[in-house]
């Protein structure tokens, strides 16, 4: 198990995980046993700390519909689907709680040019989750990530994140991207 920002990272995942005690669902089953959790952050370092939880529970649904999630197991094409929008959900209530509009609305943008890249069977997904979450809140990536999506020329949006949150901030979060699509 590996993490990232410290007792923060430690609090996000405790978080993430036990969101849904609570409740009468079945995502609590889909758990991974806490030893086999990869609880390393990908993208939410490369924005405000403050939208972190929102950040990374939007990722692990990506993860859960389109990768290999650090945190659930699902077998089940349906239940992961289901999963893995209802983490999008949750992410989005998150973010929302700040009051900016502007980064919610990036995020579904976000989400929707990856989803038309995935839908494709295209590479590159990194690129735009990368710039996106850098550039969340000051107009998120739409022109950038349809040039990208008719081009196939994923430099413009990896320089973009580079600038906005740093080299080896992007190189991180893009590393970690990659092992959960093996």
């Keep these: 198990m590996t993490s990232g920002r ?3 990272s430690s609090e996000l995942w405790q978080h993430l995980a036990s969101e ?18 990869m609880l390393e952050l990908a993208f939410s370092p490369l924005a405000a700390s403050s939208l972190a939880l929102g950040i990374e529970t939007i990722y692990e649904g990506y993860l859960v519909h389109y990768g290999h999630s650090r945190l659930f197991v699902t077998d089940e094409p349906n239940l992961a689907l289901l999963l893995g929008d209802r983490l999008y959900a949750r992410g989005l209530v998150h973010v929302s709680r700040f009051g900016d509009v502007a980064a919610v609305a990036d995020l579904a943008t976000l989400l929707e040019l990856c989803a038309r890249l995935r839908a494709e069977s295209r590479q590159g997904d990194g690129a735009l989750w990368a710039a996106g979450i850098a ?17 196939g020329d994923s430099e413009p949006l990896l320089c973009l994140a580079q600038d906005r949150a740093g080299a080896s901030a992007v190189e991180r979060a893009l590393a970690s991207h990659a092992h959960r699509f093996p």
Excluded at 20 to 37: H, M
Excluded at 135 to 151: N, Q
Aim: proline share 8%; hydrophobic share 30%; net charge negative.
């Design 6 to 8: 410290g007792d923060e």
């Design 20 to 37: 849904d005690d609570a409740e009468d669902a079945p995502w609590g089953n889909l758990l991974l046993p806490e030893p086999e959790r």
């Design 135 to 151: 550039s969340l809140g000051s107009g998120g990536i739409r022109a950038e990530g349809e040039t990208f999506l008719r081009s």
